[in-house]
């Protein structure tokens, strides 16, 4: 099983940018679908995280300002961001619990990152 994210880059304070992220390999179900980030020196921490029934929760940081939605036919997540600001300059990870047999259990994985830099 793989996370595969993209969509990062730069982009002036105040700007968008959309992040995604596709599970691919031996997939049976996949449930919690979620993003951190981790700015240099500092611990990863959670962005947002989205259930298999669309359930939704934010940090309180990104409240307002980004969107995570999935496409579960596809599973993929995505990140809408706006209203981007310097502190959200980091690299974004995301990651899914996937169960990769009908015997139900679920382990965790990790995309591989992709750096988003909010600078003008």
């Known amino acids: 099983v793989q996370l595969q994210a993209s969509g990062g880059g730069l982009v002036q304070p105040g700007g968008s940018l959309s992040l995604s992220c596709a599970a691919s390999?031996?997939?049976?179900?996949?449930?919690?679908m979620a993003w951190y980030r981790q700015a240099p020196g500092s611990q990863r921490e959670f962005v947002a995280r989205i259930t298999r029934a669309a359930g939704i929760i934010y940090a309180e940081f990104v409240k307002g300002r980004f969107t995570i939605s999935r496409d579960n036919a596809k599973n993929t997540v995505y990140l809408q961001m706006n209203n981007l600001k310097p502190e959200d300059t980091a690299v974004y990870y995301c990651t899914a619990d996937i169960a990769t047999s009908a015997a139900g259990y679920y382990a965790q994985y990790w995309g591989q990152g992709t750096q988003v830099t909010v600078s003008s």
């Open positions: 390999g031996s997939i049976f179900q996949v449930n919690h």
